[in-house]
């Protein structure tokens, strides 16, 4: 990816560039920077990001091992075994692996950044635009629900979200910040336990606010910073100009904008250099021949950011505001406001596949021409993961943690834009999801023979002694292992508690398969 200057607009100029009784211990080789040629199987136990503090006592943590090590396995030959949580302080990184090390077991760390819930909270309230505003116009703050006492109650994922928008800084800025953060400390842990830490999966589920699930009046994301980036990822400007842009060759395809054209020595969209959106281009066709619009201005319809390029912190204030007041261009551009699956321009900015008789878009799967929404979700997966390769961490190990959204409904599908290949993470050719329950391997390798699923439970509210649960255990390690897959993240080992009862793991049926079907590997 090339990293260049910015265009000179004040509001893009902020963007950052993506610039003691323990066993014996075992010497394993040092791994490859790809575990390709590994099986990894490394239950999510959330306290050992805290280990060797009074909330994970090293005595605890080294009792769970040797549980885990009894009811599931160990390290040996091509298999990893060994726990995966989200990194917490280096301290208790570093004691994790110093005893994973010690039991020959493994480690894979989780960096825990994302936008869904309440990463960037304080940010959004500075600045009203940093979050996802949504497509009735009016809402800008989400869908607010109320219990059954009347008291409000905010949706992790419906309230406040932040826009992951490229163009919004202050949110941008502060997730390569926390992946930073974090991937140096993990970098560090890997050199002074080479081998320990197989894996590094990055974001957690990553997608739009979900409220959209309910109503198609709260899809997201239609903050201004989104609805500037849609207008220049469709045209080629800005950070997606072909030959000056910090992301130049990740602009709409040509599938949706029309056959590019060679302008100034680079094949770009045929809008490109129009000089208004009813202005004819190269081709003799305008921006809105293509899509069916009737605008004159590229500036935003609403708020548009070199015009009003203030934060919004009123809370009054109208995310639509009527012609004649402030915030209004007349004319101006703006994303599609009605949902409607036939239309060119609503598909250029989503691609929903139930929506699309359950057809992927043009170019799946070497070059799925999502529309933006999808893009943007996969957007801020992929700068992330960078961020994280920058910091120190190799490429082969790193893995996104997405929400197969066409494998769950229709609505999820739609509101949180989240398809399958939005975990897919170029310059590695890595694949990671979240799956409970089945799904088929074909959906994951037909973009690659390197993937995995990093929240993971054959059958989701089973007794823990139910048969069922260890031949699907069974029945789907084999089939996603013959079909590439070769990292699980099962969830979720519980420690001096009850049964989980909706993913029952350690003493169950569950660990029961898992043991034995690394036994006969």
Not at 72 to 85: A, C, L, M, P
């Amino acid at each position: 990816m090339r990293h260049v200057n910015l265009p000179c607009a004040p509001w893009l100029a902020a963007i950052p560039l993506l610039v003691a009784g323990l066993p014996a211990q075992s010497q394993l080789p040092t791994p490859p920077t790809n575990t390709h040629n590994q099986i990894l199987i490394l239950p999510i136990f959330d306290p050992a990001a805290n280990a060797g503090t009074p909330s994970c006592p090293t005595a605890q943590l080294q009792a769970e091992m040797t549980k885990l090590r009894a009811q599931v396995g160990e390290n040996h030959g091509k298999i990893r075994v060994g726990f995966s949580h989200i990194v917490g302080s280096a301290a208790g990184l570093r004691e994790h692996c110093r005893l994973a090390k010690a039991n020959n077991l493994s480690v894979g760390v989780i960096i825990g950044v994302q936008t869904h819930t309440g990463m960037g909270a304080k940010l959004v309230t500075q600045d009203l635009r940093n979050m996802q505003w949504r497509l009735d116009g009016v809402t800008y703050q989400g869908e607010q629900k109320v219990t059954k006492d009347g008291n409000p109650e905010f949706p992790a994922r419906d309230w406040q979200v932040p826009t992951p928008s490229r163009y919004c800084p202050a949110i941008h800025a502060d997730a390569m910040a926390s992946t930073r953060r974090a991937a140096q400390t993990i970098a560090q842990e890997m050199k002074e336990f080479p081998g320990t830490i197989v894996v590094v999966n990055a974001t957690i589920e990553e997608e739009l606010a979900t409220s959209g699930e309910a109503s198609d009046n709260f899809l997201a994301d239609y903050s201004p910073f989104a609805v500037a980036e849609f207008r220049d990822w469709l045209r080629h400007t800005g950070i997606y100009d072909d030959t000056t842009g910090a992301h130049a060759g990740e602009g709409a395809s040509d599938e949706i904008t029309g056959p590019f054209v060679n302008i100034n020595g680079a094949m770009r969209s045929p809008f490109y250099n129009a000089r208004t959106p009813d202005s004819p281009g190269p081709n003799g066709i305008s921006f809105n021949d293509r899509f069916g619009t009737n605008v004159t201005t590229w500036a935003l319809r609403s708020w548009d950011l070199d015009k009003f390029p203030d934060p919004i912190t009123d809370k009054n204030f109208a995310p639509t505001p009527a012609e004649g007041t402030r915030g209004y261009t007349i004319g101006g551009f703006d994303a599609p406001r009605k949902r409607d699956p036939a239309s060119r321009y609503w598909r250029a900015w989503s691609w929903d596949v139930y929506d699309q008789d359950g057809r992927y878009p043009p170019g799946n799967p070497y070059r799925p021409t999502f529309g933006f929404r999808q893009a943007e979700v996969a957007h801020f997966v992929e700068d992330v993961l960078d961020e994280a390769h920058r910091a120190g961490i190799p490429t082969g190990l790193l893995y996104a943690h997405q929400i197969p959204s066409e494998q769950v409904s229709a609505t999820r599908n739609r509101s949180g834009a989240s398809p399958i290949w939005t975990g897919y993470y170029t310059p590695a050719k890595t694949l990671g999801i979240t799956r409970f329950g089945p799904i088929s391997p074909s959906r994951l390798s037909q973009y690659t023979n390197d993937w995995g699923i990093f929240e993971w439970h054959p059958k989701p509210n089973s007794p823990p002694d139910d048969p069922a649960l260890y031949k699907s255990t069974i029945d789907d390690l084999t089939a996603y292992s013959h079909a590439g897959g070769h990292i699980f993240y099962p969830g979720w080992w519980k420690a001096n508690s009850a049964h989980d009862p909706i993913f029952p793991l350690n003493d169950s049926e569950f660990a029961h398969a898992l043991h034995d079907w690394i036994t006969k590997q």
